[in-house]
């Protein structure tokens, strides 16, 4: 069973950054796809991105182009997440989900991180 | 981008009965549907995958069936741990998108 285990909450203010972490484990890290979504409350859940691990290529969502970059660290199996500018909008759970190259599904999530942005 | 409608928004059932779950996709997507389970403060959990196919270590409780733009999940004799929220998901075109959820409550 892959599991995914995902960095804390964190609270930041308008205009600053975030950077959210996700290692996977029992995974076949280097070989597969990292998927990024995010879900505000009460909301469906959001398509952010993705990045293969082994390349590094990324396919982000035009609503985030400018602002999202994905990156990760094959020594440590770590993907990350990083969204700058933040506004308001942008509080909500964010989460990793490993997917295979060339497709969109995500087979097993991380729990969540809670990013919450507020002055 | 294609939008996913799910129905009904909310479905009390009792438990032993069964669930039925719609979704339908505003274009066809062919089989490329999957239903997503996830219980608060969980990790989401993938059900179903290609519209019909159970994912690894998924009870046969669940199944899922459709093509095109209408896709059906049922939960046979529903259990207290089925009770959560249910997503249906396009994952054929860019930008993958959800549908709203259909929310599972013990009636």
């Known amino acids: 069973q892959v599991q995914l285990v995902q960095s804390g909450p964190e609270v930041k203010k308008p205009g600053t950054s975030v950077k959210v972490s996700c290692k996977a484990s029992?995974?076949?890290?280097?070989?597969?796809?990292v998927q990024w979504l995010r879900q505000a409350r009460g909301q469906r859940p959001e398509w952010i991105g993705w990045m293969v691990v082994g390349s590094g290529s990324t396919n982000y969502a035009q609503k985030f182009q400018d602002r999202v970059t994905m990156t990760r660290d094959m020594s440590t199996s770590t993907a990350y997440m990083e969204l700058t500018s933040l506004r308001s909008e942008d509080t909500a759970v964010y989460y990793c989900a490993t997917a295979s190259p060339g497709s969109y599904l995500s087979h097993s999530w991380g729990q969540g991180t809670l990013v919450t942005v507020s002055s | 981008e294609i939008v996913m409608t799910q129905s009904p928004a909310t479905l009390s059932v009792s438990p032993g009965e069964r669930a039925t779950l719609s979704c339908r996709a505003s274009?066809?997507?062919?089989?490329?549907l999957a239903w997503v389970q996830h219980k608060p403060g969980q990790a989401p959990r993938l059900l179903i995958q290609?519209?019909?196919t159970r994912a690894p270590g998924i009870s046969a409780r669940f199944s899922g069936s459709g093509s095109g733009t209408e896709f059906t999940l049922t939960i046979s004799s529903l259990q207290s741990e089925d009770f959560a929220v249910y997503y249906c998901q396009q994952y054929i075109n860019w930008p993958p998108t959800f549908g709203q959820g259909t929310k599972l409550e013990i009636k």
């Open positions: 274009q066809s997507i062919s089989t490329f």
């Open positions: 029992t995974f076949t890290f280097t070989s597969s796809a």
């Open positions: 290609a519209a019909s």
